[in-house]
């Protein structure tokens, strides 16, 4: 993984205290909140319902044992006893007081981490696929190019304060494990027809209150290429971009209101200019940057053998491990979603746990998912019952990825300010409907998010079926969605109907799988016959 450099280093420590001497005058009441509000944002410190709520950047996800240890100590010391992994593969705590932030943030940057953009009109932290660099089925790490999009953007002059929040993903694979075209830049890197690796620039995409999926506009850039081109793509998004309505500042709106080809002509002329302008780093930087992700010392001639005589590992194995490039070892994903618990929580202890797990059984590596889960990408299959029983001891070997059991939840009115309705108690009761192996089993894989406002930190457009919390005459009401999906066959879902109570929405989702168990051919999905059949029977079912 990625060392910083005494330039990353320096820029660390001088933002930390100059935000040490904000807060400081912050409490003597030299500035005002009003005054406050844009400094404490650019160091992802946000003030909630209850408390301050701090989010820290977790670049493309990856994390060492160090890094992790440090997570779970900052949760007992500084919150209480837990944080919560975020679909942005970051983390964030929720009960942070103002005056110790300074000192979190300094404790952060001694094992070279920090908050920066992680909110405000800016680029935020980039995102990736949570297997990169051991997916088999991968061209190539996508990792190198997001650092380098992370060395780019990190204070860009030009973008720091841009018309709205602006998200990037980067992926390497035919399977987008990263929401990339739910981004309002997804890129893919990509081979060309003479076998020369480059990049597949999407544009446009997004969740929230205009949910929209990015068109591509450039089916290959060359890797001399690849940050100019990210830069003329943003130019042209900071030139017009909306600053008079923050509900239609994001690049989607000004991709569809231009049109994608209209936006795609300006993207090239700004091209072609900068073109002209030494603005590319050399390609040494990227091969130096390369450097940084080779592969571990893998054990050459490790066993495939696994003994799976242990019932309750061998779902484990089937449902939350993934093939790995490297014979001999899986990909091991940890799921934050035990039955009743609240999604993406971890307690310091479980934090402090899975560091150490890594450190020993994964060449000293995590990550952290869009799915709010973690990952151990480099494990020995022989080590893989030991890491297993490890993790149930602790309360986290829940065999549920990517079934009902697998909720994305954001927090919800239960912390933030701007959410109409609670998000985990409606995650909590599904989870304990649906908790059993043999009830996922039969149902298989289906991608259930919920969010608790139309921002859609909870990705609900992009579930199998998705959950919205709204306001209605001042009473917690849920719309339920169907059909959407994040992945290479990107689609937004559908609203139902009328929305329903608490218990009401979870009563609707045991309908809607019940129709898709009576219609399902074969080794369909859910979303595989939702497709086929279409919302009719859903709806019938639903409200009949």
Known sequence: MY?????????????????????????????????????????????????????????YGTLNSAQMTLLGDIADKYDRGYGHFTTRQNIQYNWIKLEDTPDILAELAKVEMHAIQTSGNCIRNISSDQYAGAAAEEIVDPRP?????????SFHPEFLVLPRKFKIAVIASETDRA????????IKMVKNDAGEIGAQF????????????????????PLDQLITYAEACLRVYNRYGRRDNKYKARIKILVHELGRDEYVRQVEEEFAHLLTQPIEPPLAELERIKTHFTDPGFEAGASDDLDLTDPDFRLWVERNTHAHKQAGY????????????????????????????????????????HAQNIVFPHVKKADLYTVWQALDAAGLATANLDTVGDIIACPGLDYCA???????????????????????????????????????????????????GVDKKGLENYQLLLGGSEGADTSLGQITGPGFTEDGVVDA?????????????????FLDTYRRIGMAPFKEAIYG
């Open 509 to 525: 989702i045991e309908k809607a799988t019940e129709v898709y168990l009576a219609n399902k051919q074969g080794e369909e999905r």
């Open 330 to 369: 899986v990909i091991a994903t940890v799921s934050l979603k035990p039955v009743g618990g609240i999604p993406g929580d971890a307690s310091a202890d479980q934090i402090r746990l899975m560091a150490q797990l890594a450190k020993d059984y994964s060449f000293d590596e995590l990550r952290v998912t």
């Open 179 to 186: 929401a990339m075209r739910l981004h309002d830049i997804g």
């Open 418 to 468: 701007l959410a109409n309705a609670r998000s985990i108690p409606v995650a909590q009761k599904i989870s304990e409907r649906f908790g059993s192996a043999e009830r996922q089993a039969e149902i298989g894989e289906l991608k259930l998010k919920i969010s608790g406002c139309i921002n859609a930190c909870g990705h609900h457009h992009a579930g199998h079926i998705g959950i919205l």
């Open 3 to 59: 060392k910083y450099d005494e330039y990353d280093q320096q820029m660390v420590d001088t933002r930390v205290a100059e935000f040490r001497d904000q807060v400081r005058r912050r409490l003597a009441g030299d500035l005002t909140e009003d005054q406050f509000k844009p400094l404490r944002l650019q160091n992802g410190l946000y003030l909630q319902l209850h408390a301050y709520m701090l989010r820290v950047a977790v670049p």
């Open 202 to 221: 999407y544009a446009g995409g997004g969740m929230g209150r205009t949910p929209m999926i990015a068109p591509l506009i450039r089916d290959f850039v």
């Open 145 to 153: 190019y997001a650092e380098l999009l992370r060395q780019w953007s």
